[in-house]
């Protein structure tokens, strides 16, 4: 096992939910040894005994590892906030916030990247360049982002308790965006380093329907806390949002979801009723 010397701490959780325990594993492996802490939040019934299964596969890092069992999914932001008031009280530098199905390319680059920023005096969030969203044009080696995906990034905790950590009215669908607003509208910058790499996986992605189109593929209820959390945020955040960022939010929330449930998803009926429930609930 890798016994890495940081001059900054660096806590990471990890959220599990009926996790594939090889597949994990093996992307736990690729980051634990830069990490001082790695919490493991488990919101997995308690019958799936993912403790059981997933700590004998770690047995390297048993010094690192911190478990938190819910028994109950109550999803990321608990998790953050749990994690948040980890580092407070231990003299954490950064809190890094990961997915189960992520896979980094280079975490030790990434991380020797953000450790040289962060005590360059940069006060910032660090984000990777997510692999399979085109939309994020790779243009420099540093580049401003308005908003990020929670897995991978490296939030300081400064920048955190400005914010008082994650609103739990987000507790899964919307938070990284209400997250990067709220930090940006506290005077923090999103900066995603684009060298640093990440895999990362969003629902149950399929290209169906006539005209072959992508989908996420979410069921009903994804589908209502979707639609819910993303005009929630937008109606909080809209003054912040740009004329561009705004249209982008309509034709995504509005009319590519709509377009996919007719042309291109399962169960039609059933996530239409969601789909249109989840509107009416995030105006409300």
Request: glycine share 6%.
């Amino acid at each position: 096992m890798e016994h890495i010397k940081y001059s900054t701490k660096l806590l990471g959780v990890l959220t599990l939910y009926k996790p594939d325990v090889r597949q994990v594993t093996n992307n736990i492996k690729k980051y634990i040894a830069h990490l001082d802490t790695l919490i493991l939040w488990d919101n997995s019934p308690s019958d799936e005994c993912v403790q059981n299964s997933l700590l004998p596969e770690l047995t390297d890092y048993q010094d690192k590892i911190l478990w938190k069992s819910t028994g109950v999914n109550h999803y990321i932001a608990p998790a953050i906030n749990f994690a948040w008031h980890y580092a407070q009280e231990q003299g954490y530098d950064l809190l890094l916030i990961m997915d189960q199905d992520s896979q980094w390319v280079d975490f030790p680059t990434y991380r020797k990247t953000i450790e040289q920023s962060f005590c360059a005096g940069n006060l910032q969030v660090y984000t990777p360049y997510i692999n399979g969203f085109d939309e994020w044009a790779i243009e420099k080696p540093i580049q401003e982002r308005s908003v990020f995906i929670n897995s991978g990034t490296i939030i300081p905790t400064t920048i955190l308790d400005a914010i008082h950590g994650a609103d739990e009215s987000f507790p899964l669908d919307a938070l990284d965006m209400d997250l990067s607003y709220r930090i940006r509208k506290a005077g923090y910058p999103i900066k995603c380093y684009t060298n640093c790499h990440l895999s990362h996986t969003i629902g149950h992605p399929v290209h169906k329907g006539p005209f072959h189109l992508f989908t996420d593929n979410y069921g009903r209820e994804r589908t209502y806390s979707i639609t819910k959390g993303h005009i929630m945020c937008y109606r909080r955040h809209r003054d912040i949002m740009t004329a561009h960022e705004r249209r982008k939010f309509f034709k995504e929330i509005f009319m590519w979801k709509f377009i996919r449930i007719c042309l291109a998803e399962d169960d039609k009926l059933g996530r239409f009723r969601m789909f249109i429930k989840g509107i009416i609930d995030g105006i409300r």
